[in-house]
């Protein structure tokens, strides 16, 4: 076998296989010779149907066959011959392919990059951190109670956190719109669920007041056919509620599971949900800007046969994730609208193989047993849990993997030179 390989573009290979012609027909010799035991041709007994005849029959077929099987085999052993690392799968070409003579074809295919890590010591770095602080217990305690509330109907002017009942008609240059009516809705004033200004213009109103509120949708708005143009709402207030907080007593906190009714307790519950969960985002936080900086201070080329198979990935997941068959009409969802994000993804890949592959870094059976017990503490029965990912290898990789990913950021951050910036639970959970 005889091989000879180009660079064509970048990444791209174009590899020229050629056979030789024995090769090719000592095999279809021995096939027609196996299949001579068994053959029927009329007008032959099985086991004498002479080789001319069955070459005549059967020659093409088997010659075919082989040259299928040789050019799949002879093809993995060009590439290890060559110490190539294909990225995907190649384009295969016959261009010679004659009886008596020697069978060459190419194979055009990308290569895996050749991946120099940037120096990463001395790099800067912000890392978040934060702490759950009593001004933030305290707070999440008045969301608990808030979201416990009975609302009344009152007799007064509509204020600020009120919900009221309203029937509501909207047109746009006198012209009703798809979606522009809706009878007893309820609205609480400061929610932000309707557009600028319709909430605010409820303030004052009464049970039984009909109000016009001239305003206009967002530029950016949903849909389209009416974003940013003027329009005019006609309001009428069915009723003005308030809402009447539970006391913060024995029976509030039994009803979040306290066993004892102690609020001390459910104070302590509460921190270490708040604790636990700004853990987590503040390692995502970190993990982002460590795959950020890892992203723009090293710049490889990227096989763009491992992107187009990581979109595809991501646009099955989503078609899961949106319950979308495959095929199903009126429903397309393009590769392309995944090719950024599976650029991201694949550079990031072979960055962080790089990385693990240059400094060690292992996921240990202790780390990994920490990580499940951690992804496990968040249910009833953790040990059904941690049971569920031992007893599946694929499982317990995704979290070996989480672990090797930990183990870089920490990693990263020990190098680099890090500026350190503190925040809020609410900044940090996204809500400030």
């Known amino acids: ?45 099985p086991g004498k149907v002479p080789a001319r005849v069955l070459a005549q029959q059967y020659g093409k ?29 190649p384009s295969i070409e016959p261009t010679v392919n004659e009886a008596g003579k020697n069978l060459e074809y190419t194979a055009t295919f990308e290569v895996m990059p050749e991946v120099t890590l940037a120096e990463v010591k001395g790099v800067k770095l912000e890392k978040r951190v934060a702490e759950v602080s009593d001004a933030d217990l305290d707070k999440m305690m008045e969301t608990l ?8 109907k009152v007799d007064r002017a509509a204020a600020k956190d009120d919900r009221l009942n309203i029937d509501f008609k909207g047109t746009i240059d006198g012209e009703e719109f798809s979606g522009n009516s809706g009878q007893n809705v309820p609205v609480t004033i400061g929610s932000g669920r309707m557009i600028a200004g319709f909430e605010d213009g409820l303030v004052g109103a009464k049970a039984g007041d009909e109000l016009t509120l001239d305003l206009a949708f967002p530029e950016e708005y949903a849909h389209k056919e009416v974003a940013g143009k003027p329009v005019q709402f006609t309001v009428k207030v069915n009723n003005v509620e308030a809402s009447k907080l539970p006391e913060l007593n024995e029976e509030f906190a039994r009803s979040f599971g306290i066993g004892d009714g102690s609020l001390d307790s459910l104070r302590t519950e509460v921190r270490s949900n708040m604790e636990r969960e ?26 763009q046969a491992l992107v187009e198979q990581e979109a595809e990935t991501l646009k099955r997941q989503m078609q899961q994730h949106m319950h979308i068959p495959d095929g199903k009409a009126g429903v397309q969802l393009e590769r392309s609208m995944f090719i950024e994000q599976a650029q991201r993804r ?35 029965e953790p040990q059904h849990v941690i049971d569920w990912y031992y007893g599946d290898k694929s499982r317990l990789s995704q979290v070996e993997s989480l672990v090797l990913e930990e183990s870089v950021v920490e990693w990263v951050f020990d190098q680099a030179k890090v500026t350190e910036k503190s925040g809020s639970f609410d900044e940090i959970m996204g809500r400030g």
């Open 278 to 303: 700004m853990k987590q985002a503040l390692s995502d936080s970190n993990k982002q800007a460590v795959m950020d900086k890892l992203l723009e201070i090293n710049t490889i080329e990227v096989p």
């Open 1 to 45: 076998m005889q091989v000879s390989v180009e660079s064509t573009n970048g990444l791209e290979r174009r590899m020229t296989v050629e056979l030789p012609v024995e090769r090719i027909d000592d095999e279809v010799k021995n096939r027609l010779q196996q299949m001579s035991r068994s053959a029927r041709v009329k007008g032959f007994r």
């Open 346 to 380: 694949v550079s990031l890949g072979l960055i962080l193989s790089e990385l693990i592959k240059a400094q060690g870094l292992k996921a240990d059976d202790e780390k990994v047993r920490a990580k499940v017990e951690e992804l496990a503490a968040t249910y009833e």
């Open 61 to 89: 077929q088997v010659r075919d066959e082989v040259i299928g099987e040789l050019i799949q085999s002879s093809y993995f052993e060009a590439v290890s011959q060559e110490k190539l690392q294909p990225a995907g799968m």
């Open 145 to 152: 109670l808030k979201q416990r509330a009975n609302w009344e």
